[in-house]
Structures are given as C-alpha cells and as structure tokens.
C-alpha cells in the first residue's frame, strides 16, 4: 500500500502548480484522501480534504478561494490544484488516505494511516 505525491516545484507568487497523489496496492473507493503540508519550523496543518464516494471536500480558511481538491477514482489519484499561491504556501505537502466509509470528511491528521511521501512546494515573492 503506498501513496505517491508529485507536482511539487518552485512558482513565483501568484502562480499555480497541481498536486497530485496516486495511491498503489488499494483504490480509493471508500476512502477519505487529504492534503496536509509542514513549512519549516511549523507544525503540519491540513489543508484539504476530499471523501472519494460522495465527493464532499474541506478546505483550510488559509486556502479556500485558491485550492480545489478532485478525484479522479477510476485512477485512484487525488489532485490538489493550487492558484495565486502566496509565499505563505510553502512547504512539503503530504497526501494521506483513510478508509471512511462514511459521510463527510476527517481533518485530523491521526484519523490517517497512509501517507506519501511528500513534495515541496517553493513560492518565491
């Protein structure tokens, strides 16, 4: 079971860069998949969440306006498309997934038992 995050990369202010995690080994029919980042010396904080089988999505206030999460489930990947990045959306930013066979969406880190591996995100001012 593994989880692959990419997309990651250095954008000036302003700009946008597209997330992507893909997951191997399970799909991701009954799963919550989110998004959390750590800039350095910060603690990690979610930043978006999506529920893969009724769609319903949360974001952080820091990014609503600019992120939007989707799902593409029949290629068990999840996409995190971020617009007018700030230099404030630095960071490593890690995709995680949970079973959640349910409705709604987990916005706590320990609720998730799989995680990626991470993919920095640069935004230079």
């Known amino acids: 079971v593994q989880l692959q995050a990419c997309g990651g990369g250095l954008v000036q202010a302003g700009g946008s860069l597209r997330l992507s995690c893909a997951a191997s080994g399970f799909t991701f029919d009954d799963y919550a998949i989110g998004w959390f980042r750590q800039a350095p010396g910060k603690e990690r904080e979610g930043v978006s969440f999506?529920?893969?089988?009724?769609?319903?999505?949360y974001y952080a206030d820091s990014v609503k306006g600019r992120f939007t999460i989707s799902g593409n489930n029949a290629k068990d990947t999840v996409y995190l498309q971020m617009n007018s990045l700030k230099p404030e959306d630095t960071a490593v930013y890690y995709c995680a997934a949970t079973p959640w066979p349910r409705v709604g969406v987990p916005i706590e880190s320990y609720v998730y038992g799989y995680w990626g591996q991470g993919t920095l995100v640069t935004v230079s001012s």
């Open positions: 999506i529920n893969s089988s009724d769609g319903r999505t």
